[in-house]
């Protein structure tokens, strides 16, 4: 054994950490993510190749995406 086993509560303590980070990262994540979304919304309301019609609901549809 050359790593230390952990036993039950350093495994649930370094699971909690993680999830903590994860916790605080989400906004910036979720930021990101958002604005990602709406650029695609953007690109898509300007093809003219599928109709107004289907370009303006998959747009929607790609906003409706956001967290």
């Known amino acids: 054994m050359s790593e230390p086993e952990l036993n039950i509560w350093e495994r649930a303590l370094g ?3 993680r999830q903590m980070i994860q916790r605080q990262l989400d906004p910036i994540s979720n930021k ?3 604005d ?3 650029e695609v ?3 898509i309301e ?3 190749a599928f109709g107004i019609d289907t370009t303006a609901s998959f747009a ?3 906003r409706n995406m956001k967290k």
Do not use: D, H
């Open 46 to 48: 300007k093809m003219t």
């Open 41 to 43: 919304a953007k690109e």
């Open 60 to 62: 929607v549809y790609v």
């Open 15 to 17: 699971w909690r950490k």
């Open 32 to 34: 990101i993510r958002n």
């Open 36 to 38: 990602a979304l709406e």
